[in-house]
């Protein structure tokens, strides 16, 4: 075992390199130096000599060669097979998954979908047994499958399991979970509810602890996240935030949620919040991307069209669904086009990356997307073996996004992918950015690579993208295709001017799917508008129509007057042995004494000789000379893991800077000192800097706790002494007026007085019908405390049997009415019609309220009692009572109370239609001001 560490160190640092003695207990990153890519290298290795097949978690987790050990020892170990090493023998054949066409004159996709939710929901209609989802499991064997109509059976469920803990439409629901079937479901359960997902990426190792926390911190927190779901490993994570963020009420794992039958479900509107993205950015504010269902659908629709999506595509994914390359071109879209999708964990392709081709090869993929590493992986790091039964040749649209497209890298990898049948032209760089769904520019299939040969430093320092006929000072620039239809693009100055071609400009965009903004952010959405264009942040040209990016606007450094660009020399200097590839972060800081920007490089090495880190920095030093012309202001030599990236794996640049800036203040030797802690460390950190949040929380609850106690309090202390003054009397208009009286005690004491809007005073003492939205037990005393004069509450029969509150509610004029009993819900509807020709009578026409928000379907009973005595409506819409003692609460909470007086609705005849279009009509008004959503048959 130590042999093939000390090997694999020897290759990456160089035979004369220096690194600590390798022991059991060596640390892969902090003292080799070995990145993720590496440590995957390493275990391949390892399964290779010892002839086992690793678990996948053991290629992010294992920290030590003692960890692999014990993974090799341990029964979870096994020995490979010709299965396990290939999936020949599925249980799903190819064949099964191919769409077949609908019949003439039906259409393929659900076009007239408005919503995520509409568009499963045909899917689920039309061809319900159809196979979506093809989850092939880490061990690259067990494969399992999920039908449209089994997503959305289970998602109905699972939403109102959700709905019954209180996730309300609008609330925000934090997905940190691994790629399983629960995830799907959940995603889906989660727009049912009306409610917006936001998905985050989970702790991959311990050592990322500290960080993982801190960042999803303030991102939860940025988001106002009610609920957190996670899986069983990182429930204890998710208690730590939940610390940490005052609104999350519930961390929760797919096996906690109740699954229930069915119930009324939100009605999702086109213009509805459907997800918040939220970008990798580095440092700052988390910004949040909001996306409509519109925006999404307007992507998808674009996406597809541009690549010509058909019946018979198949999609192959390892993408991370935290990422929206992975959840929405990978999984949205194929759900949207009914093409189904076979997907497997990242952390399968990061242990195995022939499984990825495997895939493809076995389940004949048509598409498939990855970011540029992935292909400079299988391009260089598969052996020979690897490749032996891979058949590519189905293969048409192999698109290459999310970080910058390296032109050898897609060369290498269709030179290495030739002799399995892949086709050149499939390779399809792409441009893109959450804040318009995904993707902004796509090549149509089959064009392959595009190149732009333009001079170098008229490239850098006048910004124009001149042909270059000769190699000398050119350089290659990859093409990412034109801009997606409903979609505009536009390339600009500094001062906003409009630029000619092959000028390099800020990228700008708008269009059906560009965000409203960033969640609660203000500041940066007004940051990322000019004018109704919105700035991606980009720099690039156009030629030809085809978009070509030349980099990011916040990592571009202006030195001297010319403009440098840090991917270049990233690339060079992690190619230095002894320096980590991949750790390597060029950042531009301002240089007030001068005016202009210092240059400075961080490299993450493990060399820890001081003259081998002397001559890192002078290979370093030259590299910068050949790349910028000058040598750097400084190069700062770091520890393994020091320079932050992204989940998607970029550098972080502007946290790196931050972090040194910081570490500047204390001194030459904490600004060289910049790496991570240690794995103890950082979880002591972690819990430590959860203390205090904690005691804040527990002040909160307590303080909620003593706030609900009083209002329990104050009622037990009115009760008693009303209870027999309205029971014991025969007068019910004086009984009204000691309950009215009691019931603004009551909300006066405890501060829940309602605001009334307008004066409730204007609704008349003639008799009329009134009908009020249904929230919460609090809603009657809401009432009693506002009408002007006495009504007549209409309530179930079931009330008047129940100790001491039928009796009180009888003192009160209040009319029973049967529900189960046919024949007597006549005889009470009809004496309903009698009364309401001299009372007025107060409906719920909901009949019921639950913990949930939303509005229920009316039932007709007051709308009947309205037409058949000639009596207007006075439509009621309350607001904020449930958020006070929401349905299985005990413990009220503060918050504000509303009630809203409508403008009474007459109605136009005595027949069923007459009533109702009443019915309509009021529910119509109340949905228009109540803030809740509308809930609809869930069937």
Known sequence: MLTLVAALADELHGDDSPYPEVTLDTQFERDLGFDSLARAELLARIETAFGVQLPVETFASAATASDVL??????????????????????????????????????????????????????????AERTHIVLIEEDGVTQSQI????????????????????????????????????????????????????????????????????RHADLLANAEVKALVTFDKAAAVGHLLKVRVPSIRHVLTPESIEQLPPDRIVRAHADDLALLQYTSGSTGTPKGVMLTHANLLANIRAMGARINVTHDDVFVSWLPLSHNMGLIGAWLAPLYFGVPLVVTSPLTFLARPQSWLQMITHFRGTITAAPNFAYDRCAHHLPDAALEGLDLSSLRFASCGAEPVSVKTMRAFCERMGPVRFDPHAIAPVYGLAENVLALTLPPPGRGLQVDNVMRHALLDDGIASPSAGAGDAIEVVGCGSVLDGSELRIVDEQGRLLPERRVGRIEFRGAAATRGYYRNPAKTAQLMDGD??????????????????????????????????????????????????????????????????????????????????????????????????????????AAGSVPKTAAGKIRHAAMLERFEHAEHDGPAAAASIAPHAAWRQVTQAVAGSLKPFASRAFERLGAVAF??????????????????????????????RAARAARLFLRVTGLSPNAIPDAAALPSAACIIAVNHLSYLDSVVLLACLPHPVHFVVKREMEHTPLIGRFLKALGVYFVERDDYRASLE???????????????????????????????????????????????????????????????????????????????????????MAQLRNEVRAAILGVCGEPELVASE
Not at 71 to 100: C, E, H, M
Not at 710 to 716: D, I, K, T, Y
Not at 717 to 734: G, Q
Request: aromatic share 8%.
């Open 70 to 127: 014990a993974a090799i020892t341990g029964a979870s170990a096994r020995q490979p097979s010709s299965a396990a090493s290939s999936p020949s023998a599925p249980l799903f054949r190819p064949s099964s998954l191919r769409v077949p066409a609908p019949p003439a004159g039906e259409p393929e996709v659900p076009t007239h979908a408005k919503s995520l939710v509409e568009a499963l929901r045909w899917h689920a209609d039309h061809h």
């Open 147 to 214: 039908t449209y109509g089994e997503l959305h059976e289970r998602a109905m469920q699972v939403a109102s399991g959700m709905r019954k803990l209180g996730i309300d439409p609008g609330d925000t629901v934090a997905l940190m979970m691994p790629t399983t079937f629960d995830y799907f479901v959940i995603f889906i359960a989660t727009l049912l509810c009306g409610a917006v997902p936001a998905p985050i990426y989970p702790p991959v190792r311990i050592g990322q602890l500290a960080e993982h926390l801190s």
């Open 533 to 638: 264009w919105f700035d991606s942040g980009d720099l690039g040209y156009l030629a030809n129509g085809t978009l070509y990016v030349t980099g990011r606007m916040k990592d571009m450094i202006i030195r001297g007057g010319q403009h440098f660009f840090p991917y270049e020399l990233e690339e060079a200097i992690g190619q230095i042995p002894g320096v980590i590839a991949g750790g390597v972060a060029v950042c531009g800081s301002v240089d007030a004494t001068h005016g202009t920007e210092r240059v400075i490089v961080f490299a993450e090495t493990a060399e820890e000789d001081p003259g081998v880190r002397a001559s890192l920095v002078e290979q370093i030093s030259r590299a910068a000379i050949a790349s910028f012309g000058a040598p750097v202001e400084r190069i700062v030599l770091v």
């Open 708 to 737: 609900g106690l009083w209002c329990w309090a104050m009622a037990l202390s009115i009760a008693p002494a009303l209870w027999p003054r309205v029971a014991m009397s025969a007068d019910e208009k004086r009984n009204w007026e």
């Open 828 to 914: 009470d509807e009809q004496r309903l019609v009698t009364a309401a020709q001299r009372e007025t009578l107060l409906f719920f026409p909901e009949g019921t309220f639950g913990r949930a928000a939303g509005l229920r379907p009316f039932h007709l009973g007051a709308f009947r009692a309205a037409c058949l005595a000639g009596r207007p409506v006075f439509p009621i819409a309350l607001r904020g009572t449930r958020n006070v003692l929401r349905d299985g609460n005990w413990l009220p909470v503060r918050s504000s109370v509303t009630m809203t007086v409508l403008t009474p609705i007459a109605p136009q005849g005595t027949d069923l239609r007459s």
